[in-house]
Nanobody, 125 residues
């Protein structure tokens, strides 16, 4: 069993930055494919970014150039640095883990076996 705990959400103004963290209970998580997802009210959960076991990253078009996914194996923490935030980034953000380390279909929620409880991000204009 893998526990994921997100933190770092909050409020920001458009153009501002936030860094989300996801504490992972399993130290071998670097062998996993890890993803960040978000869900806005009334919308489906969507993939934002992923990092696979090789360290390769993938991003949704909406996140490219603004968001950066990274991990710290020493602290078993996954990060999402979000810059130049926009009001449309407002959502609950979730981290997710797939023991299969490959990045295939990274944006699909069904790929991931473990999920955190989410952290709220609110961006005002």
């Amino acid at each position: 069993q893998v526990q994921l705990v997100e933190s770092g959400g909050g409020s920001a103004q458009a153009g501002g930055s936030l860094r989300l963290s996801c504490a992972v209970s399993k130290y071998t998580y670097v062998d996993y494919c890890m993803g960040w997802f978000r869900q806005a009210p009334g919308k489906e959960r969507e993939g934002v970014a992923s990092i696979d076991s090789a360290g390769s990253t993938s991003y949704a078009d909406s996140a490219k150039g603004r968001f950066t996914i990274s991990r710290d194996s020493g602290t078993s923490t996954l990060y999402l640095q979000m810059n130049n935030l926009k009001p449309e980034d407002t959502a609950t953000y979730y981290c997710a883990a797939d023991p299969n380390g490959s990045p295939g279909l990274w944006w699909r929620t069904e790929k991931y076996q473990y999920w955190g409880q989410g952290t709220q991000v609110t961006v005002s204009a």
